[in-house]
């Protein structure tokens, strides 16, 4: 059974930092793109941050020099790191990848890790 599973999440003051992990597993062949996207109450979930399987990048302008996005490809897990946080980056953060795996090709998506960032 594939699955992405995340974890890093928390409570930090505004102005810290958090990093996210989320694994892949299962009976994966390939891994084409994993995102990170958000949510916060009474709010669409957003992309947050992008990263391919070449390695090539792209966030959302509210999070641009705050927030970087990496992966390693050995382990199938994708990092955020979120830098000088605001209370306004408080949301539940979800792991989505696009994956080839039991011969298909589809989104994947992890259940969430909960930020919250007090003022």
């Known amino acids: 059974q594939v699955q992405l599973v995340e974890s890093g999440g928390g409570l930090v003051q505004a102005g810290g930092s958090l990093r996210l992990s989320c694994a892949a597993s299962?009976?994966?062949?390939?891994?084409?793109?994993m995102d990170w996207y958000r949510q916060a109450p009474g709010k669409q979930r957003e992309l947050v941050a992008v990263?391919?399987?070449?390695?090539?990048?792209n966030y959302a302008d509210s999070v641009k020099g705050r927030f970087t996005i990496s992966r390693d490809n050995a382990k199938n897990t994708v990092y955020l790191q979120m830098n000088s946080l605001k209370p306004e980056d408080t949301a539940v953060y979800y792991c989505?990848?696009?994956?080839?795996?039991?011969?298909?090709?589809?989104?994947?998506w992890g259940l969430g890790t909960q930020v919250t960032i007090s003022s």
């Open positions: 299962g009976s994966i062949v390939s891994i084409i793109r």
């Open positions: 990263i391919t399987s070449g390695g090539s990048t």
């Open positions: 989505a990848a696009d994956m080839l795996a039991d011969r298909l090709t589809r989104r994947y």
